[in-house]
């Protein structure tokens, strides 16, 4: 009997009261394709290849990043321009093979490869995802993204 | 009067009356989904017109499209039967719903109500409780484990409430000397004369009953998605199922209108025009229905039983003895 009381009583209106509380606050919906959500500061998404002030390659062709890669998702082919310096004359990222794991960003010592915020880049063709160098320069952020720099730092530091 | 213009008169009420129920119906789901969304920090239906309003008219015409399967192993008649079984009395409750007062049109007088019936409260009972019908014979007839547990289960349900769900308004009956719903609106003319306080215990019980027996959560046993797939029309789809579903919400819609009716004033209230009050009222009865929805989580089988047989029963027939004693002696 004291069960039922404490049922009708207490329990159930404290119910009614959360949901009553709940159906004044604020919506999380974020309503995607109108609105974008913020992605993480480190979120890693689609490539890009950063360049010098004076729009040269960073890019050396070190290789490392296809060393690194675990999905064997790069493929790349030196050069020497005229003034003998290496650069990248093919660059390539097989984006259906990447697993976005950001090993090529951490293991460039050129700091040339990042991973950024683009994540919508679905297509009903395969040979889209192969993605060029020349694609990728031009996926470069206009702005520079804050963790870039948390990922300067961290080369500083070790 | 003469019989043409009588005859008319009805027709055109008939019409009116069925046309807002289907309305009503629509908006309902907008309402609910509305609601519901809402509860769960969610924004519901928001894409097709402002607010998402125009939403049921999308639906509608979805269900419409939809190419209508009847599984092979169905009885046929009782198949496409059932849909309609369930759709036409609740549609019939609202015969003698009274919507407002009586008004002067083109020169007539014209009841708000399409028709007053003496025995208006026991013909709402009579023609909700053939509902649960349609609901047997679509779990039944659709030769699915899931709906024939889903039927069978709809029909202890509505059994076992059907008994306090008449008892808890046996109260206002005797209080009011009359089963017109015209009267009794007309005996709640003054705000502490709604039914609802002098009959609190009756409205706890009646608001309790009417939800198990329209199969609504937290008594939504019969179609409880998470056990039965959808239960007794999980073989139906196109326009049966659209049946299904207006005849939910209408019977949901029916029961509001009763209550409002019985309970809580009918169509009076000062200012508004009543057939407005009468609107606000049912909104607010369906709102509170859809409160329960996000609040309570489903009963089980044996839980259902016993409160209904132990708990309700026994409180609807103490609260017509009390009223009884109390006002009739």
Redesign the interface.
């Known amino acids: 009997m004291v069960d ?1 009381i404490r049922t009708v009583f207490i329990a159930l209106p404290k ?2 009261y ?3 509380k ?8 974020i ?1 995607y394709p109108k609105v974008k959500r913020e992605m993480a500061p480190r979120y890693r998404g689609l490539h890009y290849l950063e360049v010098y002030e004076d729009g040269t390659d960073r890019c050396v062709c070190c290789g490392l990043c296809a060393a690194a890669c675990p999905a064997d998702a790069i493929y790349m082919e030196g050069a020497e321009n005229e003034k003998g310096e290496r650069y990248a004359k093919i660059y390539e990222i097989n984006l259906l093979r990447c697993i976005y794991c950001g090993f090529c960003e951490e293991a460039c010592p050129e700091e040339a490869i990042f991973l950024g915020h683009e994540y919508e880049f679905s297509n009903d063709n395969r040979d889209v995802f192969i993605f060029t160098k020349e694609q990728m320069l031009a996926n470069r952020p206009k702005k520079e993204k804050p963790f870039k720099r948390i990922i300067r730092r961290v080369r500083r530091i070790f | 009067m003469s019989y043409t213009e009588i005859m008319l008169i009805s027709s055109i009420k008939v019409i009116v009356v069925v046309l807002a129920v289907l309305t009503g119906c629509a908006y309902s789901t907008w309402l609910e989904r509305k609601l519901v969304g809402h509860f769960q920090h969610r924004i519901g239906p928001n894409v097709a017109g402002p607010f998402g309003l125009l939403q049921p008219i999308a639906d509608a015409i979805k269900l419409v499209f939809k190419e209508d399967i009847v599984p092979n192993n169905v009885e046929r008649i009782t198949y496409a039967l059932a849909p309609i079984v369930v759709f036409i009395p609740a549609l019939l409750s609202f015969a003698v719903v009274p919507f407002g007062d009586k008004v002067t049109m083109f020169g007539y007088q014209i009841d708000m109500v399409i028709s007053d019936l003496d025995i208006g409260v026991l013909f709402v009972f009579a023609v909700t409780s053939l509902g649960v019908y349609g609901i047997v014979l679509a779990g039944w007839s659709s030769g699915s484990k899931y709906s024939l547990l889903g039927g069978v289960r709809s029909s202890a349900q509505m059994i076992s409430y059907e008994v306090a769900y008449g008892l808890s308004i046996i109260g206002v009956l005797v209080i009011a000397g009359t089963l017109s719903m015209k009267e009794l609106v007309a005996q709640q003319s003054s705000f502490f004369d709604w039914f609802i306080f002098r009959q609190p215990v009756g409205f706890v019980l009646y608001v309790i009953c009417a939800i198990a027996e329209t199969n609504r959560a937290p008594f939504d046993l019969p179609e409880a998605e998470s056990e039965l797939v959808a239960g007794y029309h999980t073989e139906y789809s196109s326009m049966r199922f659209a049946m299904f579903f207006i005849g939910e919400y209408a019977n949901m819609l029916a029961v509001s209108c009763v209550a409002t009716t019985i309970f809580l004033g009918g169509w009076q209230g000062p200012l508004l025009p009543p057939i407005i009050w009468f609107a606000i009222k049912v909104a607010l009865f369906m709102s509170f229905y859809i409160w329960l929805r996000a609040t309570l989580p489903r009963l089980r089988y044996d839980q259902l039983m016993n409160f209904g047989w132990k708990v309700l029963f026994p409180l609807a027939l103490l609260n017509v003895m009390v009223t009884a004693l109390i006002y009739r002696l």
């Open positions: 039922v119910g009614f959360t949901t009553l709940h159906l004044f606050k604020k919506p999380v919906t309503q």
